[in-house]
């Protein structure tokens, strides 16, 4: 099946832990994102790569780190996990690169974590 | 930077009606408007979006308005059925900008059987 998958889409964990997130997208896009989705259900952007290169930041602290090995695929690390940062994460990609069908964005299933 | 405000925050209507959401956006230079659909526990999933080069957009159930002038967007989905209940997105970002987009709240739609 073509589409963004993320594992876990579960994740407990203790305060002070550092976990991961992974990302893998095969509709071979050249832009992936991170978002964070609070229990509000408000949709927030942390991370946008383009073909491994970071493009932006959203103010995220740096105990979160966008980790791109290829341009399929943008993990997400979290160092010293604290309650704040549960949340639900979400991947997605876009065929950035010139076009009309190059903005719409796919979203992973997401990954919800619970820091305890 | 974009800012884009989603209205109402919950919507509640009978199977078969009509409903509305709506959106505005405050960057002039935003041209790609998506509406996305998350289900419980799914990730958002794009319907319908419209690009800043037409007003309005159809497709089946599902329409969706711009006023480029006004900056704000609309989201119309006619003879709503339960499974139409989720909660939708507006968006907004520049053409080939997608590292801009930014989403409203969102709405949480209940269609009553």
């Known amino acids: 099946d073509t589409a963004v998958s993320q594992t876990?889409?579960?994740l407990v964990t203790q305060m002070g832990n550092d976990k991961s997130i992974k990302c893998e997208q095969n509709l071979g896009h050249d832009t992936?994102?991170?978002?964070?989705?609070?229990?509000k259900k408000f949709l927030k952007i942390m991370f946008s790569y383009n073909n491994k290169e970071l493009i932006i930041n959203e103010t995220v602290p740096n105990r979160f780190s966008p980790k791109s090995p290829d341009k399929a695929h943008l993990n997400l690390h979290i160092n010293s996990l604290e309650l704040g940062d549960s949340a639900v994460?979400?991947?997605?990609?876009s065929p950035i690169?010139?076009?009309w069908s190059t903005d719409t964005?796919?979203?992973?299933p997401g990954t919800r974590l619970t820091v305890l | 930077g974009e800012n884009v405000e989603q209205h109402p925050s919950t919507l509640s209507v009978?199977?078969?009606?009509?409903?509305?959401?709506k959106c505005t956006y405050s960057d002039s230079a935003s041209n790609y408007f998506p509406w996305y659909k998350q289900e419980l526990g799914k990730g958002p999933q794009l319907i319908i979006d419209i690009r800043s080069n037409v007003g309005e957009k159809k497709d089946q159930r599902i329409a969706v308005t711009l006023?480029?002038?006004a900056k704000h967007f609309s989201l119309h989905i006619t003879e709503t059925q339960p499974e139409d209940s989720a909660v939708y997105f507006c968006a907004a970002s520049t053409f080939g900008g997608g590292n801009d987009m930014r989403?409203?709240?969102g709405t949480r739609l209940t269609v009553k059987p």
């Open chain 1, 105 to 108: 964005q796919y979203f992973g």
């Open chain 2, 103 to 105: 989403f409203g709240a």
């Open chain 1, 32 to 39: 992936m994102y991170w978002y964070k989705q609070d229990s």
């Open chain 1, 89 to 93: 994460y979400f991947c997605a990609s």
């Open chain 1, 8 to 10: 876990p889409k579960y």
């Open chain 2, 67 to 69: 006023n480029k002038t």
């Open chain 1, 97 to 99: 690169g010139g076009g």
């Open chain 2, 14 to 21: 009978q199977e078969g009606d009509s409903a509305v959401i």
